[in-house]
């Protein structure tokens, strides 16, 4: 099922990626097409939901398997002014936020992410327009930020918001980069906010100073150069409602492989 999904994603996200860089938004705004998706969308994240263990982890792999190139795509290195600072001063006074539905929000240095309970893994990252490359990484376990930021009882969805502009022509605010995970993917064992990648320093390509790697679901969901995260009841008004940059532009919310 995984593998039949995964070609079904690549050709859609292949045709949705080239109307979008044609600068076409007809397929995405057909609303035939869009049922369609969100049909398909529900059937495998409920059949995924209930055929697998939601702690069942995600292939991992051999220091030998790791990919000699391993592709960077979407931005590479983001324009943005308060990034751009950032990165001239090595992320001095970066601070991550986690807020939201919290008890307790959290601003922490990259030496605190460092410092947090970490998870190391050589895992497949399988991206959309049909490629895959093996990579390690090390980064602070989410579940447990999450818990020291104490989630109240009626967050839902974990919300990742994002330092790079991908579509500085949206005049609606939502051109910013952001992503959204559930609980039940928040707080799989192997989902982590990676600051190391291949033994190294996160690389900027591959988005310093922190990338979500959500490993059992497809390369767009794993949001880089991470700024804050937030807990919310409903993905309502965040964007354009749809839970991700290419979610409001026509990609599935869930995309588990």
């Known amino acids: 099922m995984s593998l039949d999904r995964r070609r079904w994603l690549s050709g859609v996200g292949a045709s949705l990626a080239g109307l979008w860089l044609a600068g076409c938004d ?3 705004a057909n609303s035939t097409f869009n049922g369609m998706l969100k049909v ?3 059937w495998t994240e409920r059949a995924q939901r ?3 263990d939601r702690n069942a982890l995600a292939r991992e792999f051999a220091p030998a398997d790791i990919s000699a190139d391993f592709k960077a795509n979407g931005t590479l ?3 943005d002014p308060e990034y751009v600072a950032l990165l001239a001063e090595n992320f001095a006074s970066y601070r991550l936020q986690v807020g939201g539905l919290v008890d307790q929000p959290l601003s922490l240095t990259l030496a605190d992410v460092r410092a947090a309970p970490s998870r190391t893994q050589i895992t497949r990252h399988d991206c959309v327009e049909g490629w895959s490359s093996i990579g390690k990484w090390k980064g602070a376990r989410l579940s447990a930020l999450l818990d020291r930021a104490k989630l109240k009882p009626e967050a839902r969805y974990i919300v990742f918001h994002c330092a790079d502009t991908l579509d500085p022509s949206a005049t609606d605010g939502a051109g910013k980069y952001y992503e959204s995970i559930d609980l039940i993917d928040a707080y799989h064992p192997q989902t982590i906010l990676a600051y ?3 033994d190294a ?3 900027v390509r591959h988005g310093y100073p922190l990338r979500l790697r959500v490993e059992r679901q497809l390369g767009y969901k794993h949001a880089k ?3 804050r995260i937030e807990a919310v009841a409903s993905l309502d008004g965040i964007g354009r ?3 991700g940059f290419w979610p409001d532009r026509g990609y599935e919310w869930y995309a588990g492989i």
Request: hydrophobic share 40%; aromatic share 4%; glycine share 8%.
């Open 26 to 28: 007809r397929l995405v």
């Open 40 to 42: 398909a969308e529900k």
């Open 50 to 52: 209930l055929i697998t």
């Open 77 to 79: 290195r983001p324009q």
């Open 196 to 198: 190391q990648m291949n």
């Open 201 to 203: 320093t996160l690389p």
């Open 225 to 227: 150069y991470v700024m």
């Open 241 to 243: 409602g749809q839970g």
